[in-house]
């Protein structure tokens, strides 16, 4: 399996123009981080977790030139923004895009882009919705997909587990109950935003606690705001085993 992460900021707390911030001033390509989002590689299917606002410049830097299907964590504008974005994919490939998400969700894509659901206008985004919830037990393109309950907040949203790896993104809390899933995965990729409380996702400190809890062999911290602190700065933070992601990270599991 090969992961690469596509991008690991997020539009919560987005830098101003001209943000003198240590994060917004630094010249460490370690700092600039697109919206949240992953490619998965395994075997050999491609899977994108997410599509945001900077989904088409992902594509192209990460040189992706198929997808065999999306898997959307939430509704929320800096994971579903980018979908317009599949057109070159149906057009190159003369295929609908399979995209995966909880009712709800598939719910506000609709509302948010109704020329893609409504008529047949030449041109517009073609997608395949396939409704799951963390109770299904979907396949995209045979690979079996275990979806995980996380808690945005009051939020429900999902994360993923496929094969070893584990992708939880604008996670707060999660219940007992869903942990069995985790159980055996080698890496685990959580979202921590901020050292400061925020009311819907974890800080730094309450993933470092989930992460230690898992155990999993590795950690990647991802969605970060440019208010945690620069790369180099929060790296000396982190205990063994855990790491923070960075945009064009590859990881081979
Ligand atoms: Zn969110
Ligand atoms: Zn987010």
Redesign the pocket.
Known sequence: MKITFLGTG???GIPIIGCPCAVCQSSDTKDKRLR?SVQVEYQGKTIIIDVGPDFRQQMLRANTTYIDGILITHG?N??IAGLDDIRPFNFLHEMDMPVYGQANVLEFLKQRYPYIFQGNYPGVPRVLLHEIDENSRPTLAGIPILPILVNHGNLPILGYRIGDFAYL??FKTINDSELPKLTGIKTLVVSALQQEQHHSHATLEESLAFAAQVDAPMTYLT?LSHSMGTHEATAQLLPERIQIAYDGLVIKL
């Open positions: 997020t539009s919560q949240c929320h800096d994971h993104t604008d969605h």
